[in-house]
């Protein structure tokens, strides 16, 4: 086949026909519309852009604001909170950006309120009639303190003793009184102060208001039934035995009577519904490591004080001119949402073995006043045979027993929502086992996060912690 020449006329001809056949297809109009969709997504993706923008600086304004309606609304804030507030955000550079501070100061609250405009450029919205956008923030915290029903709940046992142990309690039990009964709380906050060790001193102003069989007037501990630790409340109905008042503990060598089960002396008593914060901490001070340790005895008052059939004992103190009268109608009804019920119960220990004399060698005036004066261990070594001295007391609590009866009582207690904090002072805390100390006192509390297991002047700090747990400082809006 000859070869075909290629003239600049077939040429011409050949792009002729191939620009028509591309005039009559439609294949670009896919070429534009893709085009037309990049465009689109790069204006989308503008836009997400500056949202994101405005979303990246609200959350920094916020959190500014936030942080300082905290700081200005803290009760114990010394400087004038609306400065508090504009030196948080001077500090952050956001000073011309803090529109308006509110201020509400009552007696017992503080509200702080903030709110705080910046305004925002807009490289992509401006294309379509938005130059900025205005990035708001709100903030609004209360510190309140409502009426508060406190039992204080404070382990003066013999192992108190070791190292400084009571004097650590002693300061961090002031520093709790001094937190809470603060001049702006008069009249809000009542504390009932109960010391124990083996026994409860309910002392003969709450003795003598129950129905109870009197024996002696040595000591005034009351005796509970086991299944009295399944509530709260304390039975009002029930004839209750007066504790016996003896010295058990130690080895017998001498008579000393120091050490009763049941706490003889004025400064052991339960100081009820309280604000005297120098008598507490005067009392507080007065204490002295002694005898055993029943921390579910002191639980039990714990939860019978703020429960509303304590009433009756407190409202004939408040007429005895004994209580305050702000205090008549105190232990409150469990849904008075005005009201927090709290136990704070501290201990170094555990639940510990607890005797009692047998009945027939304490059923008699002139017995009562024998094992007054003389130590039970120390009269049985002296002048009872060896084989008959078991026959002269019984075992009523040990460990197992008295965990028993804290676990009722505590739950007994939560069931009736009273919040409960409880704290582990040098306690033993065994992974292995459910049945020490720490763990004990964690099952008690109202969460894990209500339990402090807390070492020599942690103390102090666990006190104070949750102190100003009560007060609530919290952000409300």
Not at 162 to 189: C, H, P, W, Y
Not at 439 to 456: E, I, K, Q, T
Request: hydrophobic residues 35%; negative net charge.
């Amino acid at each position: 086949m000859p070869p075909v020449l290629l003239t600049m006329k077939t040429l011409q001809n050949g792009i002729a026909a191939r620009t028509g056949r591309f005039a009559r297809e439609e294949d670009g109009i896919m070429t534009i519309w893709v085009l037309f969709m990049v465009l689109m997504m790069i204006m989308v993706g503008g836009i997400q852009l500056d949202f994101m923008r405005h979303e990246l600086e609200r959350s920094k304004l916020q959190a500014v604001s936030d942080r300082a309606v905290l700081a200005a609304s803290d009760l114990d804030q010394t400087l004038d909170p609306e400065d508090v507030v504009k030196d948080y955000f001077a500090k952050s550079g956001m000073t011309d950006y803090l529109s308006k501070v509110t201020v509400d100061d009552g007696l017992n609250y503080r509200t702080v309120t903030v709110d705080a405009t910046k305004p925002l450029d807009t490289p992509y919205l401006r294309k379509f009639g938005f130059d900025t956008l205005d990035v708001p923030a709100h903030s609004k915290a209360e510190e309140r303190v409502a009426n508060v029903e406190i039992s204080l709940v404070l382990d003066i046992s013999g192992s108190m003793a070791q190292g400084s142990r009571i004097s650590d309690m002693r300061d961090a039990a002031k520093v709790f009184v001094d937190t809470v009964l603060r001049d702006e709380n008069e009249d809000l906050i009542s504390i009932s102060l109960i010391p124990y060790s083996e026994h409860v001193n309910a002392g003969p102003l709450i003795t003598s208001r129950m129905k109870m069989y009197k024996k002696h007037d040595f000591s005034y501990c009351v005796e509970f039934d086991d299944d009295e630790f399944k509530n709260a409340a304390l039975d009002m109905n029930k004839w209750h035995d007066q504790a016996q008042h003896f010295q058990w503990n130690y080895d017998g060598r001498n008579n000393d009577r120091d050490d009763t089960v049941c706490p003889r002396f004025d400064y052991e008593r339960i100081k009820p519904f309280s604000q005297n914060s120098r008598s507490l901490k005067n009392q507080i001070d007065d204490l002295k490591p002694r005898a055993g340790t029943s921390i579910f005895i002191g639980m039990k008052w714990a939860a019978a004080m703020l429960d509303p059939s304590f009433r009756t004992i407190s409202n004939s103190l408040v007429s005895a001119g004994e209580i305050d009268r702000e205090f008549q109608g105190r232990p409150v009804d469990y849904d008075d949402v005005e009201t927090l019920k709290t136990v704070i119960l501290m201990t170094d220990g555990e639940n510990a073995t607890s005797n009692r004399i047998t009945g027939r060698y304490y059923n008699s005036d002139s017995e009562y006043v024998q094992w007054n004066r003389y130590n039970l261990n120390w009269y049985l070594n002296r002048y009872v045979s060896y084989r008959d001295r078991d026959d002269f007391h019984w075992r009523k609590y040990d460990r197992s027993i008295g965990n028993r009866l804290l676990n009722d009582i505590c739950t007994a207690a939560k069931e009736k929502r009273i919040v409960i904090w409880t704290i582990g002072f040098e306690v033993d805390d065994n992974p292995y086992s459910n049945d020490d100390g720490a763990d004990v006192m964690r099952n008690c509390a109202s969460s894990p996060s209500h339990f402090f297991d807390v070492d020599g002047v942690e103390l102090s700090e666990a006190f104070r912690a949750i102190a100003r747990q009560i007060n609530q400082l919290r952000l409300i809006e």
